[in-house]
């Protein structure tokens, strides 16, 4: 049963198309993220979530929108894609009571 | 604002011997850090979190320190395997805030 799930795993679309990543986590947790890791492998964050309310936004373009159905779910929408948008995205949940993060295995994002 | 350095960058052993990661924080008022191993293509995963008011933690062969009034982490690895060959990642979380700042890795290599 895997903790934190990311669909897709690899995504290739063209410049300027709208695409979705989904996020799931069955730990229990009520704070998730997005993370974003650039071609140098340098991780940052980008949102994060709590209890279905947004609590970080990390100066992310408004083309990139998170939206949390409910508790389990943390999805990234990502509008008008651009070049610099490749990249891998982690989704990631953290306890409450230490913050102990928990990271998805990871959707590599490609755009041509 | 918060950075985290890892050095070294890259490390190449042979098999057996023990080792030394070390990390960096440029601001000492931490909740608590995290490491992190990061296998080529692969999320994140947890190996160790040490509270701010803990000096060491232990997992099977890894052992993690930490000196918050020097900024500093190490995390070292006993009778290194082939199969410990990955990135290790340091993160720092700010008391009160949500948000991990990740350092850049060091990249292990262990030689059969």
Known sequence: DTAVSQTPKYLVTQMGNDKSIKCEQNLGHDTMYWYKQDSKKFLKIMFSYNNKELIINETVPNRFSPKSPDKAHLNLHINSLELGDSAVYFCATADRRDNEQFFGPGTRLTVL | ?112
């Open chain 2, 1 to 112: 604002k918060q950075e985290v350095t890892q050095i070294p960058a890259a490390l190449s052993v042979p098999e057996g011997e023990n080792l030394v990661l070390n990390c960096s924080f440029t601001d000492s008022a931490i909740y608590n850090l995290q490491w992190f191993r990061q296998d080529p293509g692969k999320g994140l995963t947890s190996l160790l979190l040490i509270q701010s008011s803990q000096r060491e933690q232990t997992s099977g062969r890894l052992n993690a320190s930490l000196d918050k009034s020097s900024g500093r982490s190490t995390l070292y690895i006993a009778a290194s395997q082939p199969g410990d060959s990955a990135t290790y990642l340091c993160a720092v979380i700010k008391g009160g805030s949500e948000k991990l700042v990740f350092g850049k890795g060091t990249k292990l290599t262990v030689n059969p």
